[in-house]
């Protein structure tokens, strides 16, 4: 029991640092990003989000979760990996994953029949889930359920998120 003691101690962070991740830690890498954009790049997205910023729009995929309309949307926030395969290898859920979504994202930024609207949502998307794969929690096991529950040689078998102000899932 004791040997266990590290572990729950790294539980208890790990929710710290994912309860202090919501917004915050979705327009840190909004502002990481411009900060790294070449001036090609920053000149498209100024006209695209008219003036905005990417940390003002980092938050977009979870402010519209609520919203039935996008809720085919919301396995795009994380993607589920077994330990022993890489992503590749993989069995893909059918309705879409944090990796699909981005590939998605930049095909309809780039794509020239897209509209400039679409474009500006794609663009929120993929801000956003750039994001999300940074997020603790957002990429793990199927087991884990959807990345809200930890079972570590049963002593821990509770959803991560309980007690969060926010869950960015």
């Not at 519209?64 to 993989?90: F, G, M, R």
């Not at 059918?94 to 699909?100: A, E």
Request: contains cysteine; negative net charge.
């Amino acid at each position: 029991m004791i040997a266990s003691y590290p572990v729950i101690y790294l539980l208890y962070l790990l929710m710290f640092v994912n309860a202090e991740w919501g917004q915050t830690g979705h327009r840190v890498v909004g502002e990481i990003a411009q900060q790294h954009l070449t001036p090609k790049a920053q000149s498209r997205i100024d006209e695209l989000l008219e003036g905005r910023s990417l940390a003002e729009i980092s938050t977009y995929g979870d402010d519209i979760k609520s919203d039935p309309k996008y809720k085919s949307l919301n396995p795009w926030h994380y993607v589920n990996l077994p330990l022993e395969a890489p992503y590749s290898d993989a069995t893909k859920n059918p309705k879409g994953d944090v990796v699909i979504a981005i590939k998605k994202c930049i095909a309809e930024i780039k794509n020239p029949n897209t509209t400039k609207e679409e474009k500006v949502f794609y663009l929120k998307l993929l801000v956003h889930f750039v994001g999300d794969v940074h997020q603790p929690m957002h990429v793990g096991r199927a087991e884990d359920r959807g990345e809200t529950t930890f079972d570590y040689n049963g002593l821990v078998n509770r959803p991560i998120y309980t007690g969060f102000g926010t869950v960015n899932s």
